[in-house]
């Protein structure tokens, strides 16, 4: 009997490796083919920025987790000649089948096009080159279930780009659009008075808890009135604007970039991470990105932060009975990233939020904030960050990244529980493994965790160069929206995602999101911890209870399943390609208000659909 079930786990031994190693044959390096499809092509707009929605960043995260790209640049986007040689040498380097030899080419041909929208004229000469086209997006979403409503958008956005030389090129578009959201429970939500207040209820909601995003404008007419201070949630269809613009350019066989743009960023291993995250409104600034070595890189990025409603008085006073003060504030993010081993990787973040003035130590590259802010005085708002991770071309790529507001040694008592330390942190893992199973198939897993206070900051009422007397919100927010992690302070969430890029032009993916939150009554004098990030620790932060994540408030709990499809549609007359994207998503919400005296609101239960096209700019 012994000997069978040692034959037993021998075989299974066996099995399990072929299973395992099957896949990696297919990316065994080649030494001597050259296939350099990228310097056959001539680029036109090659420093034009990737837009982070584009599904080529998940086809690199792919072969980064397998093994054939290096680690990758924390900062996003990337521009247009990084991602093609990277393309290049995955053709390169790699050993593909037919069919991920067509998903790979058939990027490098999208990306070679000067844009893919609908060009109404171009022209070249003496080396400058110009075009004038136009990008489109429809789209509308419906739910079904409690309180459910639905959303709409239409929006046309002309654009001009061009180059000077092939060391720099500039896009800018400007559109406009008609829309109507109908957003999600949680959306400006606070809990006051004994119970939560949710502000759109009787609207309804089409987005899943957390998940309402939009590219627009804030500001929306309101035309009943025709005032020009309007939310971005109208119960009608209303007009409003929206622009993307960059002059970007790249020196040195791309180890200096230097880049002016509003398109949306990423700084860290997630698309959700903890310092500068793809759901953060976009923001005007100035990158510059260096790779002196094959083993350092520095990414710096300031930018210029805001809130339109924030500029009437006594901004949302009424719930916080306090002032929140100006969103009139500036961004300076530095990040340092070794790449001293093939497998490991180490990086350190620094951030400061800081009120609108010419400080030009902010200003300056390569210096931490923590260090110049010791000369200035503390009158913003700090952060550091500190970033590791691990690839395997078998396992994946995993990554553990942490962020500090505050955090004192000093302190008696629990150091991670006790609220007058504020930090957030974050695991994950990134593995093609199913890829054994249903070919292309890329699957990440992660646990976030935000504790109470964190990203928060009392108004600064230093260096108002308004003239009111009010102050300056200091949050790491902007336009409404956190900039690091999406869910507000005193969070948790479980990620568990998939991703296919199997079929050429097609990407399919399954979101699963497990979310805690917790919070407290805001008309309470208590000391007791807060998941609001305009709700800062007053007074002496020592007073506060230690934390009790799931116990200690009123706590929302949100099961979220989303099926999406990204399908590019060729052989048009005019265009390159058209996208059409759908996807159909499940919630399940309930509360526990503990022993925090707020009512409970009940389950609430969420189905939607969502239907689009794109033609991308």
Known sequence: MKNKKGSIVVLLFCLLTNFVFAQTFNVKLKANEDQNVVEKLSINLPNKLVPLDNNVYRLLDYYEAGGV????????????????????????????????????LSFIDDLSQPVNGLVIKEEERDNIYGIFGAGANLSGKV?????????????????????????????????????????????????????????????GYSFHPYQFDYETMWNRIETNTRIDNGSVIQE?????????????????????????????????????????????????????????TS???????????????????????????????????????????????????????????????????????????????????????????????????????????????????????????IPVNRYAWQIGWRTNLLSHLISGTQVELGYSRTTPFVYTHYPESNFNTFGDGRPVDMT???????????????????????????????????????????????ASDNYQIFGDVFRYQIGDGLLYP???????????????????????????????YFRVVGAIGISHTWFEPNNSNIENPGVQNLISGSLGIIVDL
Do not use: C
């Open 69 to 104: 790209l290096k680690f990758l640049p924390l900062a996003r986007p990337y521009s247009k000649i990084f991602v093609l040689k990277k393309l290049n040498f995955i053709l390169n380097a790699t050993t593909l089948i037919e069919k991920q030899k067509k998903v790979v």
């Open 143 to 203: 739910s079904k279930g409690d309180n459910s409503s639905w959303s709409f958008s239409s929006m046309a956005e002309p654009f001009i780009a061009g180059d000077f030389g092939k060391k720099l090129s500039f896009f800018a578009g400007l559109g406009i659009a008609a829309e109507r959201f109908s957003p999600d429970i949680f959306f400006n939500s606070y809990v006051k008075d004994g119970k939560i207040n949710l502000p759109y209820l009787s609207m």
């Open 236 to 292: 009608k269809i209303v007009p409003v604007f929206i622009y993307h613009t960059e002059i970007s350019g790249s020196w040195f066989n791309d180890k200096l970039k230097v880049s002016f743009h509003n398109q949306r960023r990423s700084f860290g291993y997630s698309d959700d991470n903890l310092n500068l995250s793809k759901s953060a409104r976009r923001f005007p600034g100035v990158d510059i990105f260096l790779e002196p």
């Open 295 to 417: 083993w350092m890189r520095y990414s710096y990025v300031v930018g210029s932060l805001f809130a339109y409603e924030s500029k009437f008085d006594r901004y949302k006073n009424s719930v916080y009975e306090y002032d929140l003060g100006h969103v009139q504030k500036m961004l300076s993010l530095h990040m340092l990233e070794l790449n001293l081993f093939r497998n490991f990787q180490f990086s350190a973040t620094g951030g400061n939020i800081w009120s609108k003035r010419l400080e030009l130590a902010y200003l300056m590259p390569l210096m931490f904030p923590y260090f110049t802010q010791q000369d200035i005085g503390d009158y913003d708002n700090l952060s550091f960050s500190l970033n590791a991770s691990f690839k395997n071309y078998v396992l994946g790529k995993l990554w553990f990244s942490t962020i500090v507001d505050v955090f004192s040694f000093l302190e008696e008592g629990n150091l991670l529980k």
């Open 476 to 522: 790491y927010t902007h336009d409404g929206a956190n900039l690091g992690f999406y869910l507000p302070p005193n969070s948790g969430e479980i990620k568990f995602d998939f991703v296919n890029i199997a079929i050429p032009d097609l990407t399919i993916s399954l979101k699963n999101r497990f979310i805690i939150h917790g919070t407290n009554d805001l």
């Open 546 to 576: 230690e934390l009790d994540f799931t116990n200690d408030g009123f706590y929302d709990y949100t099961y979220f399943s989303e099926l999406k499809f990204d399908k590019k549609v060729r052989n048009t007359t005019l265009l390159n």
